[in-house]
């Protein structure tokens, strides 16, 4: 099995860069929540622990992606942006992503280059960048910021189902599954729908 690596990494550094982090988001998809984005610096002497452990978060298993973001989160360095879903119609969810990643990059600080997951345009970050398709299984950083992003959001849309069980969000994460189309037509949207979404309305 292929494991992102530190290669793109090294070669940054290797041209003079200190710190460079990976950025990746999730949640551009549901209906429903936020968009949640991570930008992560992992230090060198950190990446042999994350080595072969480290990879693309929809291909762990959700016992495994909370190990390890906690791991992540206590020795590495780490920022988060969260954009709620009233700010993504207002905005489109581009932009709401596009802003939930220059928030995670930004508090983190000390950033001298991004890499950024996706095929992302990032000038508003102000510094250095490269964007890179498949880059959560290229690069360790993206990975390991994927992962923390999705146990965020995860754990979001975990506490929110709470207060609307009938839309089934602690299962699909405020995708349009059927059962979630289902309560759409019964119960209509709630304050947590992205009303933008033609398929929230269309419900």
Request: proline share 3%; net charge neutral.
């Amino acid at each position: 099995m292929n494991y992102p690596t530190y290669e793109i990494e090294e070669q940054l550094i290797e041209q003079g860069y200190k710190y460079v982090v990976g950025v990746d988001e999730v949640g551009r998809g549901p209906g429903a929540g936020p968009v949640v984005a991570c930008a992560v610096y992992m230090p060198a002497e950190q990446v042999s622990h994350f080595l072969t452990r480290v990879k693309d978060s929809k291909k762990l298993s959700e016992k495994k992606r909370e190990q390890l973001a906690k791991e992540i989160q206590d020795t590495c360095k780490v920022g988060i942006g969260v954009v709620s879903n009233s700010t993504i119609d207002e905005i489109n969810i581009l932009q709401a992503t596009i802003r939930a990643m220059n928030m995670a990059v930004n508090r983190i600080k000390i950033v001298d280059y991004a890499l950024v997951d996706g095929n992302m345009r990032l000038e508003s970050l102000g510094l250095p960048y490269s964007s890179i398709i498949g880059g959560d299984n290229k690069s360790i950083s993206i990975a390991a910021a994927s992962i923390v992003a999705k146990v965020n959001r995860d754990e979001f849309m975990g506490n929110i189902h709470w207060i609307h069980p009938q839309y089934g969000w602690l299962y699909n994460k405020g995708y349009l599954t059927k059962e979630h189309c289902r309560a759409l037509e019964i119960y209509g949207p709630t304050d947590f729908h992205r009303l933008s979404f033609k398929k929230v309305l269309d419900k």
